[in-house]
């Protein structure tokens, strides 16, 4: 079956940039038939969709607005994994990471990343 | 955004009782191809969120049958036949009917 695995650093200094990998097995990020998701999750902001990306014939990304000048999630088919970039970060960043598979529902997801954003 | 309205905020049910989570969406979550894309979450204490129901009543893979959606358009409901100790955690509501998906603000079950 599908799983994820995610990796990265859990403590990311503030105006500098977050960075996290989401290893896939089971599956290909090239699928034409999958789409790959990052999430996040915080007290305050409670579950939030960051974006995704997908390849059908060529690849796609949707962000969401209230990241989308900060962030890049890129496929890379070489090691089947796809990676978050979110730059600028403020301690208003500091959640805890998933990403996950899916089209119009998610499963698998990651196993999740907190990650703080401190000096 | 559609907004996604979650009530109660928390439960707390005695073993063998029902319980219902109720989720309202500020639009219509039915699409041109006559599926509502509403999904429930449980997620359990240190875990990530895991599929329970989609497009509001089809169970997914493993989940008992204790387990129940229904609804349309706006107005949708999570029932728990029989709750049992391995229920407990959080319960989302979500859509993916437009981008951004957004979910409920959670409604945490806890036994009695």
């Known amino acids: 079956q599908v799983q994820l695995q995610q990796s990265g650093p859990g403590l990311v200094k503030p105006s500098q940039t977050l960075s996290l990998t989401c290893a896939i097995s089971?599956?290909?990020?090239?699928?034409?038939?999958?789409?790959w998701h990052w999430f996040r999750q915080s007290p305050s902001r409670g579950l939030e969709w960051l974006g995704r990306?997908?390849?059908?014939?060529?690849?796609?990304?949707d962000y969401a607005v209230s990241v989308k000048s900060r962030i890049t999630i890129n496929p890379d088919t070489s090691k089947n994994q796809f990676s978050l970039q979110l730059n600028s970060v403020t301690p208003e960043d500091t959640a805890v990471y998933y990403c996950?598979?899916?089209?119009?529902?998610?499963?698998?997801w990651g196993q999740g990343t907190l990650v703080t954003v401190s000096s | 955004d559609i907004v996604m309205t979650q009530t109660p905020l928390s439960l707390s049910v005695t073993p063998g009782q029902p319980a219902s989570i109720s989720c309202k969406s500020s639009q219509s979550l039915l699409q041109s191809d006559g599926k509502t894309h509403l999904y429930w979450y449980l997620q359990k204490p240190g875990q990530p969120p895991q599929l329970l129901i989609s497009?509001?009543?089809n169970r997914f893979s493993g989940v008992p049958d204790r387990f129940s959606g229904s609804g349309s358009g706006t107005d949708f409901t999570l029932r728990i036949s029989r709750v049992e100790a391995e229920d407990v955690g959080v319960y989302y509501c979500m859509h993916t009917m437009q981008l951004p998906y957004t979910f409920g603000q959670g409604t945490k079950l806890e036994i009695k």
């Open positions: 990306t997908y390849y059908r014939s060529k690849w796609y990304n």
């Open positions: 089971g599956d290909s990020v090239s699928s034409n038939s999958a789409a």
């Open positions: 497009e509001v009543s």
């Open positions: 996950a598979k899916g089209v119009n529902w998610f499963d698998p």
